[in-house]
Structures are given as C-alpha cells and as structure tokens.
Nanobody, 127 residues
Framework: VQLQASGGGLVQAGGSLRLSCAAS????????MGWFRQAPGKEREFVAT????????YVADSVKGRFTISRDGAKNTVYLQMNSLKPEDTAVYYC?????????????????????WGQGTLVTVSS
C-alpha cells in the first residue's frame, strides 16, 4: 500500500490544521493507522493511532485534547485534526499503516509495529 500525507503548512500558534493520509494500492486489506512526528534534532515520536473497527483511537499525552484522529467511512483515508497548535508541534508528520484483521479493534503506538509509511508533511507553527 502507498500512503500520501498532505495538509501541512505554516500556521500561527493557536491555529488549526487538518492532515490527511490517503492509502492506495491494497486498500481492501484492513489497516491500523497511525500518525507520528519528528521535530528538528529529535527522534520520531508517536502522535495518534486508530483501529480498523469501531475507530477506537488513542493520542499522545502531549496532544490530548487538541488533536483528533479519524478515518473516513471507506477507511481509505485517515485524518489528524490539530487544534490549538503550539510552536512545539512543529515537525514533519508521518502517517503509517499496518495490516490487521477485519475484526480488529486494537491499535498500535509503537513505530516498529508499522510496515508502511508515508513521505511526511511539514507542519510549522510560528509563535
């Protein structure tokens, strides 16, 4: 499967952005989806994840209450709604996918659980 992330850009602190990640290729396979980010000079870190069934989700403490992950009805696109952005949210955001079972209600927060990765989209938050 190929993942195409989009929606990044420059925004002022307190603003909002919505990132999208569209999956193509083997889209009939169920996937757990996740968002990760890598700030300059830092390691890549977990941001949010969502299950295949019931859209159960989990977000990192650093973005809880500000970021929301969701996926469309066809499940081929996952979104990351980012509100109340802070300068420390500045990073390249990556989406990731991992094949799972059709009845899976679980998700993954660990990077090494994901097989497929998108190219990343840059989010810059100015103060």
């Amino acid at each position: 499967v190929q993942l195409q992330a989009s929606g990044g850009g420059l925004v002022q602190a307190g603003g909002s952005l919505r990132l999208s990640c569209a999956a193509s290729g083997r889209t009939f396979t169920p996937y757990i989806m996740g968002w990760f980010r890598q700030a300059p000079g830092k390691e890549r870190e977990f941001v949010a994840t969502i299950s295949w069934i019931e859209s159960r989700s989990y977000v990192a403490d650093s973005v809880k209450g500000r970021f929301t992950i969701s996926r469309d009805g066809a499940k081929n696109t996952v979104y990351l709604q980012m509100n109340s952005l802070k300068p420390e949210d500045t990073a390249v955001y990556y989406c990731a996918a991992e094949p799972t079972d059709y009845g899976a209600t679980y998700y993954y927060t660990e990077q090494d659980k994901y097989t497929y990765w998108g190219q990343g989209t840059l989010v810059t938050v100015s103060s």
